[in-house]
């Protein structure tokens, strides 16, 4: 059975920084990927920032680009999400979620649909 936990979340002033981690355990297909996805109060759930762990192939929001890096490393099971450059508008509930397939991910995956197990969330607020 597969788990996702997140962590790392906070409050930041504008313009810092935040780490979130993604700890992914029990996948068995080498073909997976994880997201990021945020949702703030009111709002949809939105996809942040994708990673295809098997080539390394990312995807990021037209919102984060430049700003938020994603990045794995699969021995620990676990994918970082580097926030720099924080906004307010970043404000949300971060989720990460896993998938896996028995084939090779193209595209990257980012519709919430194709994913199939979740995280319970961490809060990042960003003061302005």
């Known amino acids: 059975e597969v788990h996702v936990v997140e962590s790392g979340g906070g409050l930041v002033q504008a313009g810092g920084s935040l780490r979130l981690s993604c700890v992914a355990s029990?996948?068995?297909?080498?073909?997976?990927?994880i997201g990021w996805f945020r949702q703030a109060p009111g709002k949809e759930r939105e996809g942040v920032s994708f990673i295809v762990r098997r080539d390394g192939s990312t995807y990021y929001a037209d919102s984060v680009k430049g700003r938020f890096t994603i990045s794995s490393d699969n021995a620990k099971n676990t994918v970082y999400l580097q926030m720099n450059n924080l906004k307010p508008e970043d404000s949300a509930v971060y989720y990460c979620?896993?998938?896996?397939?028995?084939?090779?991910?193209?595209?990257?995956?980012?519709?919430?649909?194709?994913?199939?197990?979740w995280g319970q969330g961490t809060q990042v607020t960003v003061s302005s």
């Open positions: 979620a896993a998938m896996e397939a028995t084939e090779p991910l193209m595209p990257v995956p980012t519709r919430p649909w194709q994913y199939d197990y």
């Open positions: 029990g996948i068995i297909f080498a073909d997976n990927a």
